[in-house]
């Protein structure tokens, strides 16, 4: 069983910035795909991104693009999301996600299914 844990929500001005990071205890994430989603009240789940870590490609869609960043720490064990320009727009709860069987990248969240807890994200003045 794989376990997900995030950290590094908070309340940031718009304009700001967030660092979430997504830990996996006692698990390589190599050969995986990591993906970030996040669901604000009233929406549904959406991707914001991933890494395929096979060669550490990365996907963003379209709302986050050259916003959103993420990397990844081989020996931490660890994927992180750095959000910068942040907008009310993204807040939302944030999660992380993975699933062994997964080979491509995909932003469907029902490919996936091991979840962390969520992170909040308020960006508000």
Known sequence: QV??????GGVVQPGG????????PGFTLDYYVIAWFREAP?????GVSLIVTSDDSTYYADSVKGRFAL?????KNTVYLQMNSLKPEDTA????ATDPRLRY???DPA??????QGTQVTVSS
């Open 3 to 8: 376990q997900l844990v995030e950290s590094g």
């Open 17 to 24: 910035s967030l660092r979430l990071s997504c830990a996996a």
């Open 42 to 46: 009233g929406k549904e789940r959406e």
């Open 71 to 75: 990397s990844r720490d081989h020996v």
């Open 93 to 96: 709860v944030y999660y992380c």
């Open 105 to 107: 990248g995909t932003f």
């Open 111 to 116: 490919e996936y299914h091991y979840w962390g």
